[in-house]
């Protein structure tokens, strides 16, 4: 029976000296400054990169190369200031020698005297296929705005082929700007800029995998530094095992909420209205509701004693950070398959496929979050997610206590498999 002063003592301890540390307090600011700098910074720099770029235009139509580049023009105006693309282009007729000409336009573009060559086809109209030629494919700005203008300009071709009037015209290829409303729980309405929810679910379930991973690792790590320098068996002279593992997972969790609380005055007092100033949302009070808050501390509870646990039992198995390196990997690998599976949920998270993968309860931290930041799930799904994540979380303890209490005094000898499960078995 776990005596509960023991396990505070212990949970006091492991509390108090890391909260005292630098590293827990550099690591709280660091951390939000570089989630900001992974997700929100990327998008800001993209779009206030802009410059002057020189495309050359083969085409044999005079017209049609000429509303390209009014069509361009256009763009530059509509959108003047910071980022601008400024995009000139030259048109060249082609000439009777077509591969010699290439070359020569490839060889312009390789000396940077073009930042890139579109090669219209005579049949482009019918075929829909354009060439554009360059040493840099991954400008996605300027290549965005290249291929918008050509389908803007072929499509209206198209149409005055198809005998529609050039009065006409302006109104049939008037472009269309969808404007995302959010519907939340309560049948509100937030306007939101294409991205800003995604944006906001990314960061939130970031959160959970990056601090269950973090602090799981300190677990692993301040078993195995006891282990390693025999203060456990000190230590165990006076309390239990179990009493041990429970206290440290209690104090490193603590630390844990204490971080998450100090990051929760942060966002509501600097992160909300920077996403509202940089215009990812109009209204970030239900994508920052205190019911989401509410379980996201929820799940970071359970995804944090679900895998402490396993880290804990790894700590104790092994007698040093290199020996349990190979299960550590295996263990953050596991964590990060909900990255990879996070764009189902975000594609359609009512989804039969999505539902049970958000069930799994060691992807439930991470992934049932995740459709609460889409789509709030049924009550009954609510339910069911956190008791199966409470099974397991008391099947995981007992797994992990069984291997907690052979292998923190287990020294020298690295355990096999087989050894590990005789002494679940025989618990």
Same mark, same amino acid.
């Given at each position: 029976?776990?005596?509960?002063?023991? &396990?505070? +003592?212990?949970? #006091?301890? =492991? *509390?108090? !000296?890391?909260?005292? /540390?630098?590293?827990?307090? $550099?690591?709280? @600011?660091?951390?939000?400054?570089?989630?900001?700098?992974?997700?929100?910074?990327?998008?800001?720099?993209?779009?206030?990169?802009?410059?002057?770029?020189?495309?050359?235009?083969?085409?044999?139509?005079?017209?049609?190369?000429?509303?390209?580049?009014?069509?361009?023009?256009?763009?530059?105006?509509?959108?003047?200031?910071?980022?601008?693309?400024?995009?000139?282009?030259?048109?060249?007729?082609?000439?009777?020698?077509?591969?010699?000409?290439?070359?020569?336009?490839?060889?312009?573009?390789?000396?940077?005297?073009?930042?890139?060559?579109?090669?219209?086809?005579?049949? &482009?109209? +019918?075929?829909? #296929?354009? =060439? *554009?030629? !360059?040493?840099?494919? /991954?400008?996605?700005?300027? $290549?965005?705005? @290249?291929?918008?203008?050509?389908?803007?300009?072929?499509?209206?071709?198209?149409?005055?082929?198809?005998?529609?009037?050039?009065?006409?015209?302006?109104?049939?290829?008037?472009?269309?700007?969808?404007?995302?409303?959010?519907?939340?729980?309560?049948?509100?309405?937030?306007?939101?800029?294409?991205?800003?929810?995604?944006?906001?679910?990314?960061?939130?379930?970031?959160?959970?995998?990056?601090?269950?991973?973090?602090?799981?690792?300190?677990?692993?790590?301040?078993?195995?530094?006891?282990?390693?320098?025999?203060?456990?068996?000190?230590?165990?002279?006076?309390?239990?095992?179990?009493?041990?593992?429970?206290?440290?997972?209690?104090?490193?969790?603590?630390?844990?909420?204490?971080?998450?609380?100090?990051?929760?005055?942060?966002?509501?007092?600097?992160?909300?209205?920077?996403?509202?100033?940089?215009?990812?949302?109009?209204?970030?009070?239900?994508?920052?509701?205190?019911?989401?808050?509410?379980?996201?501390?929820?799940?970071?509870?359970?995804?944090?004693?679900?895998?402490?646990?396993?880290?804990?039992?790894?700590?104790?198995?092994?007698?040093?950070?290199?020996?349990?390196?190979?299960?550590?990997?295996?263990?953050?690998?596991?964590?990060?398959?909900?990255?990879?599976?996070?764009?189902?949920?975000?594609?359609?998270?009512?989804?039969?496929?999505?539902?049970?993968?958000?069930?799994?309860?060691?992807?439930?931290?991470?992934?049932?979050?995740?459709?609460?930041?889409?789509?709030?799930?049924?009550?009954?799904?609510?339910?069911?997610?956190?008791?199966?994540?409470?099974?397991?979380?008391?099947?995981?303890?007992?797994?992990?206590?069984?291997?907690?209490?052979?292998?923190?005094?287990?020294?020298?000898?690295?355990?096999?498999?087989?050894?590990?499960?005789?002494?679940?078995?025989?618990?």
């Amino acid at each position: 029976m776990l005596r509960l002063s023991k &396990v505070r +003592t212990v949970m #006091r301890r =492991e *509390y108090t !000296s890391r909260v005292r /540390t630098k590293a827990f307090w $550099i690591s709280t @600011l660091l951390v939000p400054v570089a989630i900001v700098a992974f997700t929100v910074l990327p998008s800001v720099v993209m779009k206030r990169q802009g410059g002057t770029f020189s495309i050359a235009l083969l085409t044999s139509d005079g017209d049609l190369a000429g509303e390209i580049q009014a069509e361009l023009a256009r763009r530059v105006e509509s959108a003047p200031g910071v980022g601008a693309l400024n995009i000139r282009v030259e048109w060249i007729q082609p000439r009777d020698d077509a591969d010699r000409q290439r070359e020569e336009l490839k060889q312009r573009v390789l000396h940077k005297e073009l930042t890139g060559v579109l090669v219209l086809p005579q049949e &482009v109209l +019918t075929s829909g #296929r354009v =060439e *554009y030629l !360059s040493t840099n494919v /991954t400008a996605f700005r300027l $290549i965005g705005r @290249l291929d918008n203008a050509v389908e803007r300009v072929v499509l209206r071709a198209r149409l005055r082929t198809a005998g529609i009037s050039e009065e006409r015209l302006a109104d049939v290829t008037r472009g269309v700007k969808l404007d995302p409303v959010r519907l939340t729980s309560s049948g509100s309405e937030a306007r939101e800029a294409l991205g800003g929810s995604f944006a906001m679910s990314y960061v939130l379930t970031f959160l959970i995998y990056l601090t269950v991973m973090i602090y799981g690792f300190y677990v692993m790590r301040g078993v195995l530094e006891e282990k390693s320098s025999r203060i456990v068996e000190v230590i165990v002279a006076n309390l239990s095992p179990t009493e041990l593992m429970a206290g440290k997972i209690f104090g490193v969790g603590a630390v844990g909420l204490t971080q998450y609380l100090i990051w929760a005055v942060l966002a509501m007092n600097l992160a909300a209205p920077g996403l509202l100033g940089l215009g990812l949302v109009e209204n970030g009070g239900d994508l920052l509701s205190p019911k989401l808050l509410v379980f996201f501390v929820l799940f970071f509870v359970f995804g944090y004693f679900l895998f402490a646990t396993v880290y804990a039992a790894i700590g104790a198995a092994f007698n040093s950070e290199e020996e349990a390196q190979q299960m550590q990997t295996v263990i953050s690998m596991f964590l990060a398959i909900p990255f990879v599976l996070m764009f189902v949920i975000l594609n359609d998270p009512d989804a039969p496929i999505s539902v049970i993968l958000s069930l799994l309860p060691f992807f439930s931290p991470m992934l049932f979050f995740l459709r609460m930041t889409v789509a709030f799930p049924p009550t009954w799904q609510i339910i069911l997610c956190f008791a199966l994540m409470s099974m397991t979380l008391l099947a995981m303890v007992r797994v992990s206590a069984a291997i907690y209490r052979v292998g923190i005094l287990m020294y020298g000898k690295k355990p096999t498999f087989k050894e590990i499960a005789r002494w679940v078995r025989t618990s």
